[in-house]
C-alpha cells in the first residue's frame, strides 16, 4: 500500500513539474508573438557601443519599470538596476548586458543595424553592430521580468535584475561595483548570467561545473636598448633582437612550465619598434593577450613573462634600471568559474523542466573571456554562467556539407535566431529564479 501511495505521489510530482513546464512555454510563446519578438528587433535595429548605451538603458529602464520593478538608472554610467522583492526569500540577481560593437553589419538581414555612432574612444563615426548577441540577452531579460512579475504567487525573495554597460571593453562590471551596486541594493546570494552562443544548436542550454570562459591580462613589454647606427650594431644595444628572443621565450610557458593538462594561452600581438632601414631603435613594445581558467595559471603565466622578460635583457647585457618593464593592464579580467554544486543544481531543474535532451555540458574550446566575475569576486558570491544555444540545426548540416560556415562571434556576418534564443534565454532564467526562490 505504502509503495502504491509514493508511487501516486511520484506521478502527480512528475504531473505537476510537466503542467508548469508546459504552462511556462506557452506562457514565453504567447509574450515573444506578442511583444518580445518586436522589442528584440528594435534592439538588433539599434546597437550602442560600449559607455554611451543611452538609449538602449533608457528603453530598459522603461521596459522593467512598466514590468513592476523599481527601477535606478546611471549605476556605473549607463547600468540599470531594477528590483523586485516579494516577501521572505534569497536575493537573487540576474545579469544582462548591452552594448554593441564597431562592426559595420553584412548579414544581409531585413532588420540588419544601418545605426552609425561616434566612438567614444576615437571620436569617429562608426557603425554599430550587435556582433555578440547581447540583443538576445537584454530582450530574455525583459521576457524574465515579465514572467516573474506574473508568477509572484510561485516563489519568495528580491529579484536583482542588472542591465550592464561596456561589457565589450571588460569595463562595465567594475564600473558597476565601484559605483556601490553591492552597498546600495545589497550583496546577491546568488549571481546569475547567460550568453548567447552561435557555436551552439539554436535552443540549447549548455551548463559547465568549471570554467565557460577564461581570464584575460592585457599585458605589456618596453624594451628598451642603445640606438645606433644599422652598419655599427656593436655599438648599441638592439631591442628588436631582444624583443624577438622574449617573444620566443615566452612560448616555453605554456609548451613547459604549464601542465598538458591546464588550459592557458600566451599571444604577443603587437610588435612594434624602429624608423628606418638602417637605425638600430633604443626601444620597442610588444603587446600580449594572456588566458587563462583558474588563478593559479594566472600567476604561473603572469609571473613567468616579467621573469623571461627580465632576464632576457640580463642575457643582453642591459642594467638593472634598462630591464624590459612589464606592466598588467587594469582592463583585465578573471576567470568565469561556475560554482559546481549550484552548476548541477540548475541543470537538473533544466532537466526537469526544458527537458532532458535540451540541457548539455560541453567545454568551451575557445579562450574568450568576460567581465562577469567583476560581479562576484570581493566579496565570492555563488554563480553561474550558462550558454544558451542561437544557430539552427540545419546551418551546422549545411556547414558539414560544405555550405558556408557559422559565422563567429564579433564577424560583420553573426547572426542568430531570434525565436529561440530570446524564448530559452527566457525559459532558462525563469527556471533558474524558480528553483533559487521556491517559497
Known sequence: MMLRRCAILTSLLVFTAAAHANDLHDAVKKDYDAYLGNLFDHFHRNPELSVVEFETAARMAKELR?????????????????????GDGPLVMMRA?????????????ANASKKQQQSPITGDMVHTMHACGHDVHITSLVGTARQMAARKGE????????????????????????????????????????HVSSNTVAGQINVSEGSPYAGADTVDIVIHGVGTHGAHPHRGKDPIVLGAQIVLALQTLVARELSPRDPGVVTVGSFHSGTKHNIISDRAVLQLTVRNTSMETRELLLNGIKRIAENMGRVAGLQKDMLPEVTVSQESVPPTINDANLARRLKKAWGG???????????????????FPYLTVEPAITSVYWAVGG???????????????VPSHHSPLFKIAPEPSVRAGVESTVVALMELMQP
Open 353 to 371: 523542466s526544458l527537458g532532458e535532451s535540451r540541457v548539455i555540458d560541453i567545454p568551451t574550446k575557445g579562450m574568450g573571456a568576460e567581465d
Open 155 to 194: 516563489w519568495s525573495g528580491t529579484i536583482m535584475l542588472v542591465v550592464q554597460p561596456a561589457e565589450e571593453r571588460v569595463i562595465g562590471a567594475k564600473a558597476m561595483k565601484a559605483d556601490g551596486i553591492w552597498k546600495r541594493f545589497g550583496t546577491p546570494d546568488y549571481a546569475l548570467a547567460f
Open 391 to 405: 544557430t539552427p540545426a540545419e546551418d551546422f548540416e549545411l556547414e558539414k556539407a560544405g555550405g558556408p560556415p
Open 97 to 109: 548586458d548591452m552594448d554593441g560593437l564597431p562592426v559595420e553589419e553584412k548579414t544581409g538581414l
Open 66 to 86: 512598466d514590468a513592476g520593478f523599481e527601477v535606478t538608472e546611471k549605476v556605473g554610467g549607463t547600468g540599470v538596476v531594477a528590483i523586485m522583492e516579494n
